[in-house]
């Protein structure tokens, strides 16, 4: 598709795609004045140019400013779906983005959000603008939820929280936190980890390296790996870490697991820093889901939380998340709250209010909470019975006695199948399913009539593509 | 406990705009009046959500069909198209030979970081140049977003007006193809525009220096009442088919404040041109918020798609903008008729939601302190923020400033 697009002047531009994109820009504008006497540009500065046989010349007077950037190659996440979409064939399958399906694989409006939305609508609530920290009462709400009320974080004021876009916008706060007060720290994230935290990183100009975590000769946990990469990592290093529900795997480490890597990150003095984007959405339940976070703080250590309502509230395109730094102190508390609140008004001046007063709205009323609770269990229910499906199609139909469980023994949206790159793209040319090239398939994309056929495109990716 | 890790991390001082309100918030006098932060209050002195807004968000509830998937990166494509037709005309050449890109962003805020921050990475000149004064956040965006940033004259405190000769001598002496920040119209803090006849002086100088405008569009049919006429200056610049970018906002116009609506346009010479630059835009996005909110550009769409929402709109919004300017006659009249020493004509020459009074930062301070006045300390007010009851207490305040021995 990008090849098409290709005029030209940037076929020219691509041929000198060793250079960056302003050189090769400064270059074009080069070859305009060079061979265009000035008289050009001055009776003319904006008009069709005069012919001078050569084409490159008559394209350099009118030339755009952006002439030189290329085509930049598709979201490896996002554009899984609109490769899906283009697909006419019927047998086909979206196992792509991290969004909830019901069993006919629609999109799912939680009952609960329907019933916050009309309360806000009949109460006639404005629009004036949040606090450039977000609403108050989702603030208070979050972090009870990640926490737990009668949390002494909470209690001693020691968490600072701030509202953010979801996920993404919640690390990209806490990334330029940490670019401007811990110039040169490294954050260590998982290999492998969600495709999007390193750009995250890479653009808030933070150093990232890898600590290992997933294991491909056993489809699990490479702890060992973990501990001693997190061990080797300079002091006060930023340890990114996946609350629950690992982003791709679906492999989290154990209780007992927690507890060791609690220990080397005290040690090295580093900084735990949580994803948590499936609270709830996980096992089924907030309070088990939150337990690694709860974990690490009951240690007492200063740490870094981003959460994300896109899943667990089914929230997705509201973009409501917050991002928690619990601080040693209220006075420090107050302080990050205030620096986190510095970098959110030069990037958006103030977050959405839509998705935070539907989220303050639920956890504040007890009937809709409890409400919210069956919901969320009912949707983790459901990917833990497409799981076991999924497993005891593939034992039926896959011959050769490979051990399969792993899929039992992931958990949440994702599974991370063990397939290799051009495996998935077997999945994807021969059958129609669409997933990410690093072998993640969405189980929430999937459902029990569909597990069969998916089974036997597995089977046949493993087996007879290498 | 061991020391904390952020021990070095000291308080911010509250935003300057924004902890106007604060402040406010915090003052238990009857009389207070908040003139700090830009958003409209009736003439009660209350937030207004339009009835034309109540209106679609109440049919987008009713509709079961509505999801909440991720929108695309760019965000809602309706509302982009149709952005990007209020803002340039709906028979705008350059939408109709698809040379303008149009992404869905934070409001305006949001539109001027993501272009702030595709300038940086793609853009050969990383210099741009701001009016003397502009919005307090300005600054700081453009910074945090990698570029440079220089001022060019603008506010002339001697005519509280434009200083025309020092602009076009500032952006006359800037280097070939540095960017230009232009307010659209109703420039903030000032309320002071060029006329139409400037205008095209400023776009011939522009375009021969070969400077790229970016224009800041918050207050289109806010300002003047009219759509179009607030539309002028970006379509004059458009037409002479040259390059621009273009922030747009909806929280004005449409009250849509704390939903952040807008939309980014990035007008190019060519289709092809405006493909790669989309794409690249869209490297900007994922990595600071992946995808935009889709309630407000909802709302937005919804509206601007159907031809009695849209014409209804237009209505209030002339409502609000008639308000505003007759807020400005009130406040020149009673300060007439208190002869209160000086020429306050320049509040009803402005135009927009606020006014530069020309107070300087101690007697604002002064009025705070007196008549718990909130206002930025640059002596600009909100407007908005009057209403025929709370302008003699103003223009009290006023005159005791101006009067008073230093």
């Not at chain 1, 939820?145 to 916008?169: D, H, M, Y």
Request: proline share 5%; aromatic share 8%.
């Amino acid at each position: 598709m990008a090849s098409a697009m290709l005029s030209f002047a940037s076929a020219a531009a691509s041929a000198s795609a060793s250079l960056p994109v302003h050189e090769n820009l400064k270059g074009k504008t080069k070859i305009g004045s060079v061979n265009f006497g000035s008289s050009v540009q001055e009776r003319n500065p904006f008009g069709k140019t005069k012919h001078f046989g050569r084409v490159s010349m008559t394209v350099a007077v009118n030339v755009s400013r952006f002439e030189g950037i290329t085509m930049a190659p598709p979201d490896p996440i996002l554009g899984v779906s609109e490769a899906f979409k283009a697909d006419t064939d019927e047998k086909k399958l979206n196992l792509g983005v991290g969004a909830y399906r019901t069993e006919e694989l629609q999109p799912y409006v939680l009952k609960v959000v329907k019933k916050a939305e009309n309360l806000m609508l009949e109460r006639g609530e404005n629009k004036e603008y949040l606090p450039i920290e977000g609403l108050a009462a989702f603030n208070k709400a979050t972090a009870e939820l990640l926490f737990g009320a009668e949390n002494p974080v909470i209690k001693q004021q020691r968490v600072a929280t701030v509202q953010g876009l979801s996920g993404t916008g919640s690390l990209r706060l806490a990334a330029a936190l940490i670019e401007r007060y811990f110039p040169g720290a490294k954050v260590l994230i998982s290999s492998p980890t969600w495709g999007n935290h390193k750009n995250i990183f890479n653009d808030a100009r933070v150093q990232w390296s890898e600590y290992r975590y997933y294991d491909p000769k056993t489809v699990g946990l490479d702890f060992d790996g973990m501990i001693a990469d997190i061990k080797a990592a300079p002091e006060g290093s930023f340890i990114l870490l996946h609350g629950c529900a690992h982003n791709p795997t679906g492999i989290d480490p154990t209780p007992e697991q927690w507890e060791k890597i609690a220990d080397v990150i005290q040690e090295k003095n580093h900084i735990p820093f949580f994803d948590v984007a499936y609270q709830g959405f996980a096992s089924g339940s907030l309070d088990a889901d939150a337990a690694s976070v709860r974990l690490l703080s009951a240690r007492g250590m200063e740490l870094l939380v981003a959460q994300s309502y896109s899943k667990n509230l089914g929230l997705y395109a509201e973009r409501i998340g917050a991002i928690n730094v619990v601080c040693s102190s209220a006075d420090a508390a107050t302080r990050v709250k205030s620096q986190l609140k510095r970098l959110a008004r030069p990037m958006y001046s103030n977050p959405p209010v839509h998705g935070a007063k539907i989220v303050a709205n639920i956890v504040g009323d007890p009937a809709l909470f409890n409400e919210w609770k069956a919901e969320m269990e009912m949707m983790a229910g459901r990917i833990k019975n497409v799981r076991q499906k999924l497993y005891d199609s593939l034992s039926a139909k896959d011959k050769s006695g490979k051990d399969w469980s792993f899929i039992l023994k992931q958990i949440g949206m994702f599974s991370f199948t063990g397939l290799s790159k051009t495996q998935s793209d077997n999945m994807t040319n021969k059958w129609h399913v669409y997933m990410t090239k690093d072998g993640r398939i969405s189980l929430a994309g999937l459902n029990l009539a569909k597990c069969e056929y998916l089974a036997d495109a597995i089977v046949d990716s493993y087996h007879n593509v290498s | 406990m061991a020391d904390s890790v952020f021990h070095h991390v000291v308080r911010a001082p509250e935003d300057p705009i924004l902890g106007v309100t604060v402040a406010y918030n915090k003052d238990p006098s009857p009389v207070k009046l908040n003139l700090g932060v830009g958003a409209y209050r009736t003439e009660e002195g209350k937030p207004l959500v339009l009835s034309v807004v109540r209106q679609a968000e109440q049919s987008l509830v009713n509709d079961a069909s509505r999801v909440k998937e991720y929108l695309p990166i760019v965000g809602l494509a309706e509302f982009n198209k149709l952005s990007a037709k209020l803002i340039l005309g709906a028979d705008c050449p350059a939408i109709q030979e698809n040379r303008v890109t149009t992404v869905q962003c934070l409001s305006g805020t949001g539109s001027l970081r993501v272009g702030g921050e595709f300038l940086a990475r793609h853009y050969h000149e990383r210099t741009i140049y701001i009016p003397k004064p502009t919005w307090g956040n300005h600054p700081k965006v453009f910074t945090l977003a990698g570029l440079s940033v220089k001022d060019y004259r603008y506010y002339d405190p001697a005519t509280r007006g434009l200083d025309f000769q020092g602009l076009l001598e500032d952006l006359g002496s800037a280097p070939s193809g540095a960017v230009v920040l232009l307010h659209a119209c109703a420039h903030n803090p000032t309320g002071v525009d060029p006329t139409v006849e400037q205008w095209e002086q400023i776009r011939q100088l522009i375009r021969s220096k070969k400077l790229l405008p970016f224009f800041d569009s918050a207050y289109q049919g806010f300002a003047s009442g009219s759509l179009d006429a607030d539309a002028q200056p970006v379509r004059m610049f458009v037409a002479d088919g040259g390059e621009c970018l273009l922030a747009q906002s909806y929280a004005k116009n449409m009250g849509l404040y704390g939903e952040r609506v807008g939309a980014l346009s990035i007008v190019c010479k060519t289709s092809d041109v405006a493909g790669r630059v989309e794409s690249q835009l869209k490297l900007v996005i994922r990595p600071m918020y992946s995808n935009p909110p889709i309630h407000g550009a909802s709302i937005v769409a919804t509206i601007l798609r159907d031809k009695d929402m849209y014409n209804e709109w237009t209505i209030e919004l002339k409502a609000m903008a008639d308000r505003i300017i007759s807020m400005r006659h009130q406040l020149f009249e009673a300060l007439k008729a208190r002869g209160t020493p000086g020429d306050w004509s320049h509040i009803i020459k402005q135009i927009g939601m606020f006014t530069f009074t020309g107070l300087n930062s101690e007697q604002v301070a002064y009025m705070t302190r007196e008549y718990h006045i909130y206002m930025t300390s640059d002596g600009r007010i909100s407007m908005a923020g009057l209403s025929s009851r709370t302008v003699p207490h103003l223009a009290d305040a006023i005159h005791a400033a101006v009067t008073r021995a230093s």
